[in-house]
């Protein structure tokens, strides 16, 4: 049975909350609506799509938009007016959309998508003029304004979590610089270890090994000699051994008594599917490398449990003829857990553990290579059977920590940039196009808005019928000699009510507004063209056909 997520408490009171909001201002308007609003349309279908839209607003917040922009686009199919409260409730979760979407591309196709759904039903529904300018300006400042609030909002809680992040990690880093200097000074012992008695002890089996040749020792001599040449070299090898352990920045103790297979079997004992497989005869290897397989293995199941619990993970361990391969491998974590970042999980300020593991693979000549594989992470570690002292070792020189984006050459000429300064540089990019975003985006809405509010004051200025002139007009002259009279081009956008108002059989019906006031409605001016002779002209007052006046007052001259 899938496991489902449940939202928490806090998540579920703020959706009721904002449900109440947008609720109450949808009832609002549609008290003030009065008796030509449907209980059905105009109060329960809105309703009830919020509470659908709401919740879905923290998984889906395009789809919550486009939900509430419907109701704002069904609003343009009322004849009284295009306007409604859902204008609210889109602003709202257009807020939300900016708020919880870090991209822009997909909300601003969103937010196209829905203006252009409702310029289509202004076109569908052959609206007036002011449903034309309404779903041009009104409907367009309540995607786009939020969503620009929106995403303001969501910069500034990623600048200041970003900030408290970089804070914790320079006061962890902090308390290391203690450890660091312990470290520093066990580093330099062991420096002076190998140098100097690792050194004499060289010298030692070297004056053993001559004095056995000598011709006038016994055999016994000689059989001293050589166990005394033994020992020595026994003594070297453990004090390179010991050099090894104290270059170990992790300071921690080899497993003298556990296995990679015991290891292995715990794993799967509590749950974790892991499957492992090893490749080639086993061979004598050191304690020293042993460990360093035991923590490599260690080293990625932690990191694969921690960041991926329930992937599936595969370890691989290839034994050649000089050097031991282990290869580590999870599956992609869930899809309701964040992928790893391109860096790997742990190579953050808070994750040591991987850079414990590659200094101690370095420190044995090894080397170890951390990644993203196929969706999940690999890690994987190449020991020497034989143990050699580093270059490192030998200098006395600390190993410093390397970064993901740290170089692969020499630590003493490398310039490694701290992880603050690129995370900070990241977030200054985001900031940045935020802002030009937030600059674009009302300069791009303008550049279309007001070609088409000034096109559509064009058309409603240039079909004018002033009253006098309408006076003038005679029925059954052509409309050659009446030219004059008539404005350039004739009102493109009346009302149903005027379309459908009786006119004489055969004839072609024109329309003109009486006035230039852009606000409110005005009467319309009927002529009906019987071919090029005029037949009738009527008016057709700007109220709706639910008023006590007739819709047209025919006018005969």
């Not at 610089?177 to 470290?183: F, I, K, T």
């Not at 595969?314 to 491998?329: C, G, P, Y």
């Not at 190579?347 to 170890?368: D, F, K, N, P």
Request: net charge positive; glycine share 8%; charged share 20%.
């Amino acid at each position: 049975m899938p496991y489902i997520r449940m939202p928490s408490v806090g998540l579920v009171c703020g959706d009721v909350a904002l449900w109440s909001v947008l609720a109450a201002a949808t009832g609002y308007g549609f008290r003030d609506a009065g008796a030509v609003a449907s209980p059905v349309r105009d109060l329960g279908l809105p309703l009830a799509v919020l509470a659908v839209a709401v919740p879905l607003s923290r998984r889906r917040p395009g789809t919550a938009v486009v939900l509430v922009n419907g109701l704002c686009a069904l609003g343009m199919a009322d004849t009284a007016t295009p306007a409604n409260a859902q204008v609210l409730s889109l602003a709202a979760l257009s807020c939300l959309l900016g708020a919880r979407v870090s991209a822009a591309w997909r909300p601003l196709l969103v937010l196209a998508g829905c203006l252009a759904v409702d310029l289509a039903t202004c076109a569908v529904l052959r609206t007036q003029a002011v449903w034309w300018l309404y779903a041009s300006t009104v409907l367009p400042a309540a995607l786009l304004l939020p969503w620009l609030v929106g995403r303001h909002w969501r910069g500034r809680r990623e600048l200041v979590r970003e900030g408290w992040r970089l804070a914790r990690s320079l006061e962890e880093r902090q308390h290391l610089v203690a450890e660091q200097a312990r470290l520093t000074e066990r580093a330099d012992i062991a420096a002076d270890m190998h140098d100097s008695l690792g050194h004499a002890l060289s010298l030692v089996a070297l004056r053993a090994g001559a004095l056995e040749l000598s011709p006038d020792l016994t055999d016994r001599d000689r059989t001293d000699l050589a166990e005394l040449r033994g020992t020595i070299a026994d003594a070297v090898e453990q004090l390179r051994q010991t050099v090894a352990v104290l270059h170990d920045p992790a300071g921690r103790g080899l497993p003298v008594t556990d296995t990679v297979e015991d290891l292995l079997a715990r794993a799967a004992a509590s749950g974790v599917p892991v499957y492992w497989e090893r490749h080639g005869a086993m061979p004598v290897l050191s304690a020293l490398v042993q460990g360093g397989i035991y923590r490599a293995v260690q080293e990625a199941l932690t990191n694969a449990v921690k960041h991926a619990p329930d992937g599936e993970i595969r370890v691989r361990i290839s034994h050649e003829a000089d050097r031991t391969r282990v290869s580590v491998v999870n599956a992609a974590p869930p899809a309701d857990r964040p992928a790893f970042a391109a860096e790997g999980p742990m190579a953050g300020a808070g994750g040591r553990g991987l850079t414990g593991l590659r200094e101690r693979v370095t420190v044995l000549g090894g080397s170890l290579r951390t990644g993203p594989y196929r969706g999940g992470f690999r890690v994987t570690a190449v020991l020497p059977h034989q143990v050699a002292a580093s270059p490192r070792a030998r200098s006395g020189t600390v190993p410093a920590p390397r970064g993901p984006h740290a170089g692969s050459a020499h630590p003493s000429t490398d310039a490694v940039v701290p992880e603050s300064v690129e995370r900070l540089a990241s977030v200054r990019r985001a900031a940045r196009c935020r802002s030009v975003a937030a600059f674009a985006a009302p300069v791009v809405a303008a550049a279309f808005f007001v070609p088409s509010a000034v096109y559509l004051a064009w058309q409603l200025t240039t079909s004018v019928l002033p009253p006098s002139r309408f006076d003038e007009l005679t029925i059954g002259r052509p409309r050659a000699e009446l030219a004059s009279l008539l404005p350039d081009h004739a009102y493109p956008y009346p009302p149903d009510h005027a379309r459908s108002a009786p006119r004489p059989p055969g004839v072609r019906c024109e329309f003109y507004r009486s006035g230039r006031d852009l606000s409110t409605e005005v009467d319309l001016y009927r002529l009906c063209w019987s071919g090029d002779t005029l037949a009738t002209k009527d008016i057709i007052p700007a109220s709706r056909p639910t008023d006590p006046r007739p819709p047209s007052v025919p006018r005969r001259s």
